[in-house]
């Protein structure tokens, strides 16, 4: 189980960059709670592990527990986020500066969505990072780019305006 603080940011992705030398695993992720709810609940299969994790409101900096659990449990609590649900592949790299990127490209109503996440050690690490050009405008701060969201607005009309 991982309890940890997560601080990172989201943008969207203003030219997909080259994706030679980085790797790439298939997500589905769905969500028990709403958008609206306090906390964040959910379900993810990330190539062949599955997890639960919660975490707390926020933008930044957001508190998160993850606990890998079995693809039987995963399966048996995958129908409780019907219509909560998104899929995309997510591709993992290093920046020149050594942090890391994840950028996920998203499939079905919510293509051609490209969004790119950088984690930081702290919060001053993460104010002060210079995006690479290749990073569109910043969306940390808004709450349709969250993930939750995204599975709620794939049901209605795709990706958010």
């Not at 940890?4 to 695993?25: H, M, N, Q, Y």
């Not at 299969?45 to 997890?51: D, E, L, T």
């Not at 039987?72 to 050594?98: C, H, M, N, S």
């Not at 942090?99 to 998203?106: A, M, P, V």
Request: hydrophobic share 40%.
């Amino acid at each position: 189980m991982s309890d940890a603080t997560e601080i990172e940011r989201k943008f969207l992705v203003a030219v997909c960059p080259a994706l030679d030398g980085v790797t790439s695993e298939a997500v589905r992720q769905g969500y028990v709670t709403g958008p609206d709810d306090s906390v964040e609940v959910r379900l993810r299969q990330k190539g062949c592990g599955y997890f639960l994790t919660v975490k707390s409101s926020g933008t930044v900096q957001r508190a998160e527990h993850e606990t890998a659990i079995t693809s039987v449990q995963f399966e048996t609590l995958w129908p409780a986020t019907a219509g909560r649900r998104i899929e995309k592949t997510r591709y993992t790299g290093t920046l020149p500066d050594g942090l890391i990127f994840e950028l996920d490209i998203f499939r079905g109503a919510l293509a051609p969505l490209i969004l790119v996440e950088v984690e930081f050690a702290t919060l001053d690490a993460a104010n002060a990072f210079t995006a690479p050009d290749w990073f569109g405008a910043d969306v940390t701060a808004d709450k349709r780019f969250k993930n939750g969201a995204l599975a709620h607005a794939s049901l209605d009309s795709g990706m958010p305006s």
